[in-house]
C-alpha cells in the first residue's frame, strides 16, 4: 500500500450484518488501483459496554478521518457515543449517523451538511411531512425511500456546496442501504474523495448504488437472484418452476410467509433465512418471502400475502425481530394489529441474536440480552405476536449470522403445525385439554384463579361438539364431566384415584423421550415415584373422541423439604416429562389448551428468556401449539407462559365484583352509627348510643384498627359533641372501608359475560378514578366540584374521622352508585342481561328529559342531593361508561379459542385491572403486558410521591424518625397494571428521578437535590419477584443505576442512608462503595418465588427458620447494571442490607388480588427474616399501601390482614358466593385459611380473632361444616388440618373444646374420603 493516502474509518451498529460488508469493501480498496487505502474499525453498540472496549474506541475515534453509526437506540449507549464524538467531531473529516436517536443524529456532518437542529424546532417540512406520514403510513414510508433515491439526482443539478454536501450524505445512505460489498466500496471512495484531505480518487471509481427494489418477494434460488414485484409473477416461477425441483406439491402444500430484514438481504448476510427457507421446502411447504427497505412491514404483508383478494399465506413468521410497525424505534402498534387482523393467521415472531455471540447466549442462564428483550420480544408482543424462538446466532469473528440448525428445525415444525390447523376438519383434529393440581391433591383438580374449570371445560365442549370436533360421548354438565377425571368409572365418589387414561412402560417413555436420561441426576431412573404405579408410568385424565382431559403433574418437589431450600428448582420428574410425551407422541396432539392460571409448565428450569433446546418448558412443550387460557388480571406471569412455553394466551375475565357490605356485628354497629346520627345533638341519648357504638366495636375487634378508642369504662356523656363525633366518626369510616370493599362473587365460568348487576360493582370502581389522559373526571370528582368541594379535601377528613366528612363521602359514594346503576338499568332486558346500550343523550330525548328531570343518571344524583353536576363533565363520563359497559358485557372467551384452533389470529389485547384499564375488556384476546421501557409513566411516579409522603409520614407518626432503609418487594403483574407506581416508589424513596429519553423511553435517571427532596435518602433493599425479573430487567437495571447513583453522591451521611450503608459494607467487605450499593435482588434465572407458599402447603416445615433459610437462599441472586448478563448469589450481601432494614413494604394496586387471595405476597414477605437478622432482633414495621381507590392509603400489614379477613373469609357475602360455586368454590375458602396462616408464619401479623371467629364459621357451625364437607371433601379436610397446624405452631389461642371438635372432624373426615 505504499504511495497511497490512507484513511481510517470507525463505526458503531446495532446488528452485526454490515461487518462482513464492510470488510471486504476495505479489502477491495486496499487491493485496488485508487490510490488510497482504508482502516476500518468496527463496534457492536452493545460491545461499548465494557470499560476497556470503551477506551478502545475512545482511542479509535480520536485517531479517525470518518465515524458512522446506525441504528444506536439503546440510550445509555448513545450517550457514551455522544460523549466520544462531540469532542471530535470538529476534527473528523465526516461524520454520518444514519437513522439513530436525536442526539446522535444531531452530530452528522458531511462538509457543510449538518443535522445540528434535528427536532431543536419546528419546521414547515418537518410538520408536513408527520402529518404526510399520519394519513399514509406505509405507502408514506415506501415514497420517502423513493425520495431518497432520486432526491441525489436533483440535487446534483443544484450549485451550492451545501446542496453537493446533502447530496453526499443522501448518497451515502443508499450505498448502505444497498449493503453489499460493492456499495460499501463505493461509499467509502466517494467520502474519501469528498472529504479526506490528500485523497486522490478518480470519479470513474465510483460506481452508481446497485440497489434492489425496496419492497418484493425474494427466494434465494430465483433465476438471477431477482426479486418479484408481485405474488403472482413469484407463484408463477415458485409452483411451476421450483416445487417441481424442489419435490412440493404445490396443490396441497401449506404457505408460510416469511417477513425478511433487506439489509441481511443486500450484504449477503442470508444463510439464517436459507436455513429456515430450506428446513420448511423440505418439509413440503411453500414458502413466500417478503421484506421492506423501510421499518414498516404493514404494506408488503398487505401486498404480497394476498393473491386476488385471498390470503395466501396459512402461518406467518417474522424473522427481523422487529415490531410489524416501526422497528427498533418508534412503534404503530394499532396499525400492525390492523393488518395482521385483516390477514388473520397464526403470526410468530422469531428472534435472531443481535448483542450477543451464540456462545454467550448458551452460557446466560438469564437467556437472551435485556435490551434485546424489550425491543425485539416485549414490542412485537403487542402486535399479537407468538413463540419468541431464538433462530440465528452470529459468528464472533466475522460477525456473520448463522442459523442454529436445532431451533430451526423446531421454528419449522411449530409454524406447520400452526398451519396444519387451518387445513385439518374439525373432526380430524385432536385437541388436549390439561387441568392442573396444585397442591397435588385430589381436591385440588382443577386450580385455576377465580375459575370454575369443570364447568368451563364443558361449556368450551359444548361449542366444539357444535363446530363439529369429536368429543365422544359428552357428559349431562359439568358434574358429571369432574367425575369422569378424577374417578375411575365405577369407583365411589370418595375414591381416592384419579382416573388412569395411558399407562406407559419405561421402555417406551425412554424411547419417545429424548431428554428421560437427564433427569436422572435429580430423580433416580425411570419411573421414579410420582405419577406411576411402580412399574408403568401413569398419565392421569379421560380420552372423550378426539378430546383428552389430562390432569397435568406436579412439580414434584412440593413435599422434599431439602429440595424446596435449594436456591435453583430442580428439573421436571420422569412423570411430567411423560405426560408432555404423552400429548405430543401417542396422542398426537394438534394443539394443548391449558385451562386457567396456571401450571407448572412456564415455570420448568432453563433460561429466563430466550429458551434453548436445554430448557425445559422448550423441552416438554416441543412441537405442539400451546393455547393457554390465562386470568385477564394476570399478564406478568400470562408473559412468562409466552415466553417460556411458546402460549398463545387467551384472557378470561375474573368474577365480577361487588361490595363486601356489612354483616353480623359490623352491620349492627352501622345501624348504631345510623341512630347516632339522627340523635347526636341529645347529649343523653346520644352519649348512650356512643357507649353502644364502642362497646359493639370492641365486640368486632376494631379497637385493634382504632388505637384510642375510648375504653368500655370511659363514658361518652363526659364527651363534648365534637369528642362524640370524632369517635363515631373514626368508627363510621372503618365500616365504610369494609362495606365498600370490593370482593369477587364465586367463580368465572368461560364464556359467560356478566349480567346487568354483576356489571354495576366494577362500573362504580371505573368511574371513580380520573382519567386525565382522556379528560375525563371521575364521578366523586363531578359530584364534590357541584358542592363547592374538593374530593381529596373530603377523602382526607373523612380518614381522619371527622363525622360530617365521613358522612358527605358516603353521601357521595351512594350517588355515584345509584347514578352508574341508573345507566346499566337503561339497557337492561328482561332477563337481566345487557344485550345493547342506550346511549346516554340519544337526540331526541334532550326535550323529553328536560320535562323528566333529565338522564336517569342526572335524576339519581338529583335524588341523592346533587342537583348542580356539570353537564359537560358528566356527558363526557358517561359516554366513557357505557363503551366500558359495552367491552364488560361482551364476550369472545370461546370464540378466540375456536378461531386459534383454526389456525387464526388472536387479537391481542392488555392485561391488567380493567378498572385502572378498561382496555383489558372484552375477554378472549391474547394478552400482552406493556413496553417495560415505557415505565415508570409521569402519573405513576405523581402516585408514587404521594404514597412515599404519606408511607413516611406514618413511620415517622409511629416511630418519630425516618426509617433508614426500606425492604421492598417488586411484581410484575402490579407494575404492568400500575404503569410502574411501586418502581416508582423506589427511586422515590432513594431521591432519584426518572427521565424519558428523546423517543420518550424512561432510561435516564437523575438525582434529586437534598434542598428539593427536603428529607434524608433512604436506603432500599428490593427483592423482585421471579416474574418482574423476566419482564422488567431494564427496570432492575434502572433501580440499580439508581441506587448507585445514590451511594456515591457526596452527601452528609445523615441525609444520605443510602451512602452511610454502602460505606459501612464496603469496609465490611473489602469492595467498592459502588459494588456494595448492591440493592436489587431475585431468584436465579429459571427459579421462581422462595417456596415458602409449596413449603407451607406441604406442611413439613419444622420451624420458621426453614421458611427464612429458603427466603435467603433462594432470593439472594443479585442484579449488577454493571454486569447486565448475569445474576450472582450474594447472600452475605442480601443479609447484611436486609438487617440494616426498619420497614417492610409492599403494594396492594387490584380490588381483585390482596394478601390472602394468593401465596405470593406472603412468600416474599421478609418481616420475621429481617427481626431474625437485626442485631436488635426487633421485629421490623411492616406497612402496604393500597391503591385500589382513588383514596390511596397507607395502612399497617396487620391493619390490610384484618380488613382482607373481614371482607372475604369471614364475609357471608363471599364464602355463600363461592360455595354456591361447587368444588373449586369450597377450595376457593380454604386457599384463604391457608394463605392467612401464611402470614403468621412470615410476619406474625395476624389477630387471634380471625383464627377464631373463621372457626366460628366454618367448623362450630353444624350446618356449614356439613356443607364444606359435602362439597369438596378434601378442601374441608385441608382446612380442619390447618386451624390444627394455626394452633400447634403457636398462630391460634383457643379452647381446649374446639381442638377436640376439630381432632373429631379430622378423622371423621378421613374415613369419609377413604370411603370407611
Not at 388472536?906 to 391474547?926: E, M
Not at 410521591?945 to 404519606?950: F, L, T
Request: glycine share 6%; with cysteine; proline share 5%.
Amino acid at each position: 500500500m505504499a504511495g497511497k493516502t490512507k484513511f481510517k474509518i470507525v463505526y458503531v451498529v446495532l446488528e452485526s450484518q454490515y461487518q462482513s460488508s464492510l470488510t471486504k469493501a476495505c479489502d477491495a480498496i486496499n487491493s485496488g488501483k485508487e490510490a488510497v487505502a482504508v482502516e476500518a474499525v468496527g463496534y457492536l453498540l452493545e460491545e461499548l459496554r465494557n470499560p476497556a472496549v470503551f477506551e478502545q474506541f475512545k482511542a479509535d475515534v480520536a485517531d479517525a478521518n470518518i465515524f458512522i453509526g446506525s441504528l444506536i437506540f439503546v440510550q445509555e449507549l448513545a450517550d457514551k457515543v455522544v460523549e466520544v464524538l462531540t469532542p471530535n467531531r470538529d476534527r473528523l473529516d465526516a461524520v454520518l449517523i444514519f437513522p439513530s436517536m436525536p442526539e446522535v443524529m444531531r452530530l452528522n456532518k458531511v462538509g457543510s451538511f449538518t443535522m445540528a437542529n434535528l427536532g431543536q424546532s419546528k419546521s414547515v417540512i418537518g410538520e408536513f411531512m408527520k402529518k404526510k406520514k399520519k394519513e399514509n403510513g406505509s405507502s408514506f414510508e415506501e415514497g420517502m425511500l423513493k425520495l431518497l433515491r432520486t432526491l441525489p439526482k436533483v440535487l446534483k443539478f443544484l450549485p451550492s456546496d451545501k446542496a453537493k454536501d446533502a447530496r453526499s450524505f443522501m448518497m451515502s445512505f443508499q450505498y448502505w442501504l444497498g449493503g453489499s460489498p460493492q456499495n460499501l466500496e463505493s461509499m467509502l471512495l466517494m467520502l474519501a474523495k469528498d472529504f479526506v484531505v490528500g485523497a486522490n480518487v478518480s470519479a470513474n471509481a465510483i460506481a452508481e448504488p446497485v440497489l434492489i427494489p425496496d419492497k418484493g418477494i425474494w427466494h434465494p434460488m430465483a433465476p438471477g437472484n431477482s426479486v418479484f414485484d408481485t405474488n403472482e409473477d413469484y407463484m408463477e416461477w415458485y409452483d411451476k418452476v421450483h416445487c417441481p425441483a424442489a419435490g412440493i406439491n404445490p396443490k396441497t402444500a401449506v404457505t408460510i410467509g416469511l417477513i425478511l430484514q433487506k439489509s441481511h438481504i443486500n450484504t449477503k448476510d442470508e444463510c439464517h433465512y436459507v436455513a429456515l427457507i430450506s428446513e420448511l421446502e423440505a418439509r413440503g411447504a411453500k414458502v413466500v418471502c417478503i421484506y421492506s427497505g423501510g421499518l414498516d412491514f404493514s404494506g408488503p404483508v398487505e401486498e404480497y400475502f394476498y393473491s386476488k383478494s385471498k390470503v395466501v399465506a396459512d402461518s406467518v413468521i417474522n424473522l427481523t425481530g422487529f415490531a410489524l410497525v416501526g422497528g427498533p424505534a418508534s412503534q404503530d402498534h394499532p396499525k400492525a394489529v390492523a393488518a395482521l387482523t385483516k390477514l388473520n393467521k397464526p403470526y410468530i415472531c422469531a428472534v435472531p441474536l443481535v448483542f450477543q455471540s451464540f456462545e454467550e447466549w448458551q452460557r446466560s442462564e438469564l437467556g437472551l440480552h435485556p435490551i434485546q428483550v424489550a425491543l425485539q420480544i416485549s414490542l412485537p408482543e403487542i402486535d399479537g405476536a407468538i413463540e419468541p424462538i431464538i433462530f440465528a446466532g452470529r459468528e464472533g469473528a466475522t460477525g456473520r449470522s448463522v442459523p442454529l440448525s436445532d431451533r430451526v428445525e423446531l421454528l419449522a415444525n411449530r409454524a406447520l403445525k400452526w398451519a396444519n390447523l387451518s387445513q385439518k376438519t374439525n373432526a380430524e383434529k385432536k385437541i388436549s385439554i390439561t387441568v392442573f393440581s396444585f397442591p397435588p391433591d385430589k381436591g385440588n383438580v382443577g386450580t385455576a384463579a377465580y375459575l370454575d374449570v369443570f364447568g368451563s371445560i364443558f361449556a368450551v365442549m359444548t361449542e366444539m361438539k357444535k363446530k363439529g370436533y369429536n368429543v365422544g360421548e359428552m357428559p349431562k354438565d359439568a358434574k358429571e364431566l369432574m367425575e369422569m377425571v378424577l374417578h375411575d368409572v365405577n369407583a365411589q365418589i370418595s375414591s381416592p384415584e384419579l382416573n388412569v387414561a395411558y399407562k406407559m412402560s419405561v421402555s417406551e417413555y425412554e424411547r419417545l423421550c429424548p431428554f428421560a436420561a437427564d433427569l436422572e441426576e435429580n430423580w433416580g431412573p425411570a419411573p421414579g415415584h410420582l405419577n406411576t404405579d411402580g412399574k408403568d408410568l401413569l398419565i392421569y385424565g379421560k380420552n372423550m373422541g378426539n378430546i383428552f382431559i389430562g390432569v397435568q403433574p406436579s412439580f414434584g418437589y412440593e413435599g422434599d423439604p431439602m429440595r424446596l431450600l435449594f436456591s435453583k428448582s430442580a428439573s421436571p420428574h420422569h412423570g411430567f416429562a411423560a405426560y408432555y410425551t404423552y400429548l405430543e407422541k401417542v396422542f398426537d396432539a394438534d394443539a394443548v389448551l391449558h385451562f386457567g392460571t396456571h401450571g407448572s409448565l412456564e415455570f420448568m428450569p432453563g433460561k429466563q428468556v430466550g429458551m434453548s433446546s436445554t430448557c425445559y418448558p422448550d423441552r416438554l412443550i416441543n412441537q405442539v401449539p400451546n393455547l393457554y387460557y390465562y386470568a385477564a388480571n394476570n399478564p406478568s406471569e400470562a408473559t412468562i407462559a409466552k415466553r417460556r412455553s411458546y402460549a398463545s394466551t387467551i384472557s378470561y375475565l375474573t368474577p365480577p365484583a361487588e361490595n363486601a357490605g356489612l354483616y353480623k356485628g359490623l352491620k349492627e354497629l352501622g345501624e348504631l352509627v345510623s341512630s347516632y346520627q339522627n340523635l347526636r345533638e341529645n347529649s343523653q341519648r346520644g352519649a348512650a348510643i356512643v357507649n353502644s357504638i364502642v362497646s359493639s366495636a370492641r365486640t368486632c375487634n376494631l379497637d385493634k384498627d382504632i388505637t384510642d378508642l375510648p375504653s368500655e369504662s370511659d363514658d361518652a356523656k363526659t364527651f363534648s359533641l365534637e369528642e362524640r363525633d370524632l369517635v363515631v366518626g373514626k368508627v363510621y369510616r372503618r365500616l365504610m372501608e369494609i362495606e365498600s370493599r370490593l370482593l369477587p362473587c364465586g367463580l368465572h365460568t368461560i364464556g359467560v359475560p356478566p349480567s346487568a348487576e354483576e356489571a354495576i360493582a366494577t362500573l362504580v370502581n371505573i368511574a371513580g378514578i380520573d382519567r386525565p389522559e382522556d379528560n375525563i373526571k371521575a364521578l366523586p370528582r363531578i359530584i364534590a366540584d357541584s358542592i363547592g368541594r374538593n374530593i381529596e379535601d373530603i377523602y382526607r377528613q373523612a380518614n381522619a374521622g371527622v363525622l360530617t366528612e365521613v358522612t358527605l363521602l358516603q353521601k357521595i359514594t351512594e350517588a355515584t352508585r345509584m347514578s352508574v346503576r341508573a345507566m346499566v338499568m337503561r339497557s337492561t332486558d328482561s332477563e337481566g342481561r345487557v344485550t345493547q346500550v342506550n346511549a346516554f343523550m340519544k337526540t331526541g330525548m334532550n326535550f323529553f328529559n328536560g320535562f323528566t328531570g333529565g338522564s336517569p343518571e342526572r335524576k339519581a344524583l338529583s335524588e341523592a342531593g346533587f342537583n348542580k353536576v356539570a353537564e359537560e363533565d358528566l356527558t363526557v363520563l358517561f359516554d366513557y361508561l357505557e363503551f366500558c359497559l359495552k367491552q364488560v358485557v361482551a364476550d369472545n372467551e370461546v370464540g378466540s379459542l375456536l378461531d386459534a384452533l383454526d389456525g387464526k389470529y388472536i387479537v391481542p389485547g392488555p392485561g391488567g385491572d380493567p378498572i385502572r384499564n378498561p382496555d383489558v375488556l372484552p375477554t378472549g384476546k391474547n394478552m400482552h403486558g406493556l413496553d417495560p421501557q415505557s415505565i415508570p409513566t409521569s402519573a405513576a411516579v405523581d402516585v408514587a410521591k404521594v404514597v412515599v409522603d404519606r408511607l413516611l409520614e406514618r413511620m415517622k407518626l409511629d416511630s418519630g424518625a425516618y426509617p433508614q432503609s426500606v425492604a421492598f418487594t417488586l411484581w410484575g403483574t402490579d407494575n404492568i397494571k400500575t404503569y410502574g407506581e411501586s418502581l416508582a416508589q423506589v427511586l422515590m424513596l432513594v431521591g432519584v428521578r426518572p427521565v424519558a429519553d428523546s423517543i420518550g423511553r424512561v432510561n435516564k435517571l437523575e438525582l434529586i437535590p437534598l434542598e428539593t427532596l427536603g428529607r434524608p435518602r433512604v436506603d432500599v433493599v428490593v427483592t423482585c419477584s421471579g416474574v418482574f425479573r423476566d419482564l422488567f430487567i431494564n427496570q432492575m437495571n434502572l433501580l440499580d443505576r439508581a441506587v448507585k447513583m445514590a451511594a456515591e453522591a457526596d452527601e452528609p451521611l445523615e441525609m444520605n442512608f443510602v451512602r452511610a450503608h454502602a460505606i459501612q459494607q464496603a469496609k465490611e467487605f473489602g469492595i467498592s462503595v459502588r459494588d456494595a450499593a448492591t440493592r436489587v435482588f431475585s431468584n436465579a434465572a429459571g427459579s421462581y418465588s422462595a417456596n415458602v407458599g409449596l413449603t407451607l402447603e406441604n406442611g413439613g416445615w419444622e420451624n420458621e427458620k426453614q421458611l427464612q433459610d429458603q427466603f435467603i437462599n433462594r432470593k439472594g441472586f443479585a442484579f449488577n447494571a454493571d454486569k447486565p448478563g448475569q445474576m450472582d448469589l450474594q447472600t452475605d450481601l442480601f443479609k447484611s442490607s436486609l438487617k440494616k432494614v426498619d420497614l417492610t413494604f409492599q403494594n396492594l394496586d387490584s380490588s381483585e388480588i390482596s394478601l390472602t387471595d394468593v401465596s405470593h405476597y406472603f412468600d416474599s414477605d421478609p418481616t420475621k427474616v429481617v427481626g431474625t437478622l437485626r442485631d436488635d432482633k426487633k421485629k421490623p414495621n411492616s406497612f402496604i399501601a393500597d391503591t385500589t381507590t382513588a383514596n390511596a392509603q397507607v395502612r399497617s400489614l396487620a391493619e390490610t390482614v384484618r380488613l382482607d379477613a373481614r371482607t372475604k373469609l369471614l364475609n357471608p357475602k363471599f364464602y355463600e358466593g363461592m360455595l354456591n360455586s361447587g368444588y373449586e368454590g369450597a377450595r376457593e375458602i380454604t386457599k384463604r385459611l391457608k394463605n392467612t396462616m401464611g402470614w403468621s408464619a412470615t410476619s406474625g401479623e395476624v389477630d387471634n380473632f380471625i383464627y377464631e371467629d373463621a372457626n366460628d364459621v366454618f367448623i362450630k357451625d353444624e350446618a356449614m361444616r356439613q356443607r364444606m364437607l359435602d362439597t369438596n371433601p378434601n378442601a374441608f379436610r385441608d382446612m380442619v388440618t390447618t386451624f390444627l397446624e394455626a394452633n400447634g405452631r403457636g398462630y391460634w389461642d383457643t379452647s381446649d373444646e374446639n381442638l377436640e371438635l376439630l381432632q373429631e372432624l379430622y378423622q371423621e373426615v378421613e374415613d369419609r374420603i377413604e370411603g370407611v
